[in-house]
């Protein structure tokens, strides 16, 4: 039963002349105050259209509304009109809903199985992985399984950065200063990124290195068969390093067309720009003109005849639509490219392409250390396995002291830490920058991954010790304010996943989860849940429905719940 649902329902009659359904269902809102009720509408909202004072008519539509089984009572407070639901059928009804659907409680099918496709992670080859790239890559895991579960088929795409003239940097190094030796195995992408740091201190003493980088990789776009050997070494080495990183982070994906995939697709392009009157020459290069839309000209071409990151983006645009057809394409990108994405966007407008407006950019804010940001150029880089090893560390530290004899201690280290991790970046809204702290990202206490993963498996151990089968036919018993909090909130939890995926963005899921192990765990303090009384199916069908809910939230996050702790 949705509650909501019900109330806007009874309003409908009354205020429909004013506002649609869907509107009421806007309007309406849960209360601050558990005394002021579980669901209000603002009568202010109304007091414009029929000219009257908003106590007045709070009363007047207090008056009017018809008794119903789902519904306790209607009080008119101030310019609200408060809705006081019956617990017990509330309860008896969302218990049942929860337990009956399981893992599915809080899918739809929104998307009917059409694509959405995801632009997420995207590392430059011959770099490790740093913080820098968790927010693209949580942010986008998450996003997937939120799109999964409202019908769409996700489709995640690793756009490597594997081209460039960083390659030809990358060469030059190698050649004159790599040991074949070190540029293999366990330790490749520390050697490249070395030697990639040692180029640029040597030119700026040689700035000649600079011609000599690009001349290289000029000749890894001709086709050079020594040069394309060592860029697909380079390449090969990187992917064996990112799928080690991903494993931990339990992170997949369907498809890992980098930029070099869209070398031979750009023409098209260019050819549609030229044939639409939109290219323009500016001191030798190829320009179009964004003036209308406000933006700085899109460079498409160089003098020289080189494409830009725009033009392959472009490719790619093409392609991923005539492949996948997409309902949504989602760039998960940070917040320093969102000109480059409205440039993007206004080209293909310019080219007449509609589902330009089907393309999203869904930013995030930089991770930076003391305020500056991390830059591999200049050798800050805070390297992703190096948190994730010290977070699953401590994790094991923990287990060691509080649960020795807990088995497979190892494994659940790994997902306590790697999910502290993901859930300290997932729990702050995308746009938000923060300052990276090891200290912060792998804390234990307070609102963390690891206190919902904790709550979860006291919920677990509840059930465990219990020992009995729960009757959904005799599970309404409950109406106290602790229980009640609990089901409020897992009525409202298909709510919170559309509106993560309407407004893309994690976070939502993140605070329903503590929300959720916090008022559990009000339950857990002030309840003897395992007393064996009348209530204790009841109670038990709570634990359980909790339990649900919670390993649902944390999966939607990318993040896993250990049964035990």
Do not use: C
Not at 308 to 327: C, E, P, S
Not at 419 to 428: C, E, N, Q, T, Y
């Amino acid at each position: 039963m949705d509650s909501k649902q019900v109330v806007v329902d009874l309003l409908a009659p009354i205020v429909g002349d004013v506002f649609s359904a869907d509107e009421i269902l806007d309007i309406v809102e849960a209360p601050n105050k558990d005394e002021n009720g579980d669901w209000a509408f603002p009568a202010f909202k109304l007091a414009k259209t029929w000219k009257k004072n908003p106590v007045e008519i709070a009363k007047e539509i207090t008056e009017q509304v018809p008794e119903h089984d789902a519904i306790d009572s209607v009080k008119a407070v101030g310019p609200y009109v408060n809705f006081f639901l019956n617990r017990i059928e509330n309860t008896n009804a969302i218990l049942h809903g929860v337990l009956e659907a399981g893992e599915t409680y809080g899918s739809k099918d929104l998307g009917h199985g059409r694509n959405i496709t995801l632009d997420m992670s995207s590392p430059n080859i011959a770099k490790p992985m740093s913080m820098g790239h968790l927010r693209s890559t949580v942010i986008g895991n998450s996003l997937a399984k939120i799109i999964a579960k409202l019908g769409y088929n996700p489709v995640r795409i690793n756009h490597l950065g594997d081209w460039g003239t960083q390659f030809g940097k990358l060469i030059v190094a190698y050649r004159k200063w790599g040991d074949p030796e070190k540029v293999r195995g366990e330790n490749a992408i520390n050697e490249l990124v070395k030697l990639y740091v040692k180029f640029h201190v040597e030119a700026e003493k040689e700035p000649e290195l600079d011609d000599e980088a690009r001349a290289t990789f000029k000749a890894l776009e001709d086709g050079d068969e020594e040069v394309t050997a060592l860029w697909k070494l380079f390449r090969e080495e990187s992917l064996n390093e990112f799928n080690s990183i991903y494993k931990r982070l339990n992170v997949e994906f369907d498809h890992y067309t980098g930029e070099s995939f869209y070398e031979d697709k750009m023409q098209e392009v260019i050819d549609d720009l030229k044939g639409d009157g939109l290219l323009h020459e500016n001191e030798g290069a190829q320009i179009v003109d964004l003036d209308d839309y406000n933006l700085p000209p899109a460079l498409i071409q160089k003098s020289d005849g080189a494409t830009l990151y725009i033009t392959r983006d472009l490719a790619t645009a093409y392609y991923r639509k005539r492949t996948f057809d997409f309902a949504q394409s989602l760039y998960i990108v940070g917040s320093e490219q969102a000109v480059h994405f409205q440039q993007l966007k206004a080209v293909l407008a310019k080219l007449g392409k509609e589902w330009q407006e089907d393309m999203h950019h869904i930013q995030f804010g930089l991770i930076t250390v003391n305020g500056k940001k991390l830059s591999t150029r200049a050798g800050k880089i805070i390297l992703l396995k190096d948190v994730l090893d010290e977070a699953q560390r401590l994790a094991q530290e923990q287990i060691d002291t509080k649960n020795p004899d807990l088995p497979n201690k190892e494994q659940v280290a790994q997902e306590v830490g790697v999910g502290a991790v993901i859930f300290h970046d997932l729990k702050s809204e995308r746009l938000n920058n923060f300052d990276f702290s090891l200290e912060e990202v792998v804390r234990f206490e307070g609102e963390t991954g690891p206190y919902v993963q904790y709550t979860n498996a006291r919920a677990q151990s509840l059930l465990e010790k219990a020992g009995v089968d729960i009757d959904l036919d005799a599970i309404h018993a409950l109406d106290d304010d602790f229980s009640w909090r609990i089901v409020k909130l897992l009525n409202e939890y298909p709510t919170y996943v559309e509106r993560a995926f309407t407004t893309y963005e994690p976070s939502v899921i993140a605070k329903y989860t503590i929300t959720l192990a916090q008022a559990f765990n009000k339950f857990y303090g002030n309840t003897r849940i395992l007393d064996k009384d009348d209530q204790l199916n009841a109670r038990l069908a709570l634990v359980k429905a909790t339990t649900i809910v919670l390993k649902d939230g944390l999966s939607l996050l990318g993040v896993a719940a250990p049964d035990k702790m």
